[in-house]
Nanobody, 119 residues
Framework: QVQLVESGGGLVQAGGSLRLSCATSGRTGGSDRMGWFRQAPGKERDLVAAISWNGMPTYYDDSVKGRFTISRDYAKNTVYLEMTSLKPEDAAIYYC????????????WGQGTQVTVSS
């Protein structure tokens, strides 16, 4: 059973920074990448960034390019999302997820961590 636990969310002023962490445990065989998603109230859950198991970022949404960085620490089984120059529109619940290679779908999810950005 795969378990994902996000942390690091909170309240920050516009222009500030936060680092989100996603600790993983359990067998993740068959997966090829991990992603960070976000969902604001009344909106769909969107992919923000993704990283392959070899540590190469594979995707950044246009709205976060140049401001967010996804990375992973194999020794700690943790994936990070470094967020800088935060804007009020970045406020959302952020989720990490594991993608299964065979289906191309993100099948395992964490519980989410809230990010609030004050203007």
């Amino acid at each position: 059973q795969v378990q994902l636990v996000e942390s690091g969310g909170g309240l920050v002023q516009a222009g500030g920074s936060l680092r989100l962490s996603c600790a993983t445990s359990g067998r993740t065989g068959g997966s090829d990448r991990m992603g960070w998603f976000r969902q604001a109230p009344g909106k769909e859950r969107d992919l923000v960034a993704a990283i392959s198991w070899n540590g190469m970022p594979t995707y950044y949404d246009d709205s976060v390019k140049g401001r967010f960085t996804i990375s992973r620490d194999y020794a700690k089984n943790t994936v990070y999302l470094e967020m800088t120059s935060l804007k009020p529109e970045d406020a959302a619940i952020y989720y990490c997820a594991v993608r299964i290679a065979a289906t191309g779908t993100y099948d395992y999810w964490g519980q989410g961590t809230q990010v609030t950005v004050s203007s």
